[in-house]
C-alpha cells in the first residue's frame, strides 16, 4: 500500500509565500514523476507544476516564474515553493506520483494524495 501525504497549505494574503510538501510511503520500490495539481472551486483539475526522477521540472504558464518544484529523491518527498501569491491560486493543491512497488514488475501506478487547501486573500 502506498500513500501521499500532503501539508503546508493554508491561508495568506495575496503576495506571500506558501510551501507544500509530499511525501511517498508504503511498499515503494522506483518513484517516476511527481507532480502538484490544484482544483478550484467549479473548474476541472490542473497541472501546476511536475518533477521527473532526473530533475526535469515543467510547470504552467500561470505558475512560471512565481513557483518552484523541487524533490528529496533519498526522502520520497517533493516539495512546492509558491511565492508572489495571487488570489486566483486558491484551490485545494494534489499531489501526484507515478510509483512502482514491485522489482519483478515493469508496471507503475498513479497516486494521488488527500489534498490541501490554499487560500490567498486579496
Known amino acids: 500500500q502506498v500513500q501521499l501525504v500532503e501539508s503546508g497549505g493554508g491561508l495568506v494574503q495575496a503576495g506571500g509565500s506558501l510551501r507544500l510538501s509530499c511525501a511517498a510511503s508504503g511498499s515503494i520500490f522506483s518513484v517516476n514523476t511527481m507532480d502538484w495539481y490544484r482544483q478550484a472551486p467549479g473548474k476541472q483539475r490542473e497541472l501546476v507544476a511536475a518533477i521527473t526522477s532526473g530533475g526535469g521540472t515543467n510547470y504552467a504558464d500561470s505558475v512560471k516564474g512565481r513557483f518552484t518544484i523541487s524533490r528529496d529523491v533519498a526522502k520520497n518527498t517533493v516539495y512546492l515553493q509558491m511565492n508572489s501569491l495571487k488570489p486566483e491560486d486558491t484551490a485545494v493543491y494534489y499531489c501526484?506520483?507515478?510509483?512502482?512497488?514491485?522489482?519483478?514488475?515493469?508496471?507503475?501506478?498513479?497516486?494521488w494524495g488527500q489534498g490541501t487547501q490554499v487560500t490567498v486573500s486579496s
Open positions: 501526484h506520483a507515478v510509483i512502482g512497488t514491485d522489482p519483478r514488475l515493469p508496471y507503475k501506478y498513479s497516486y
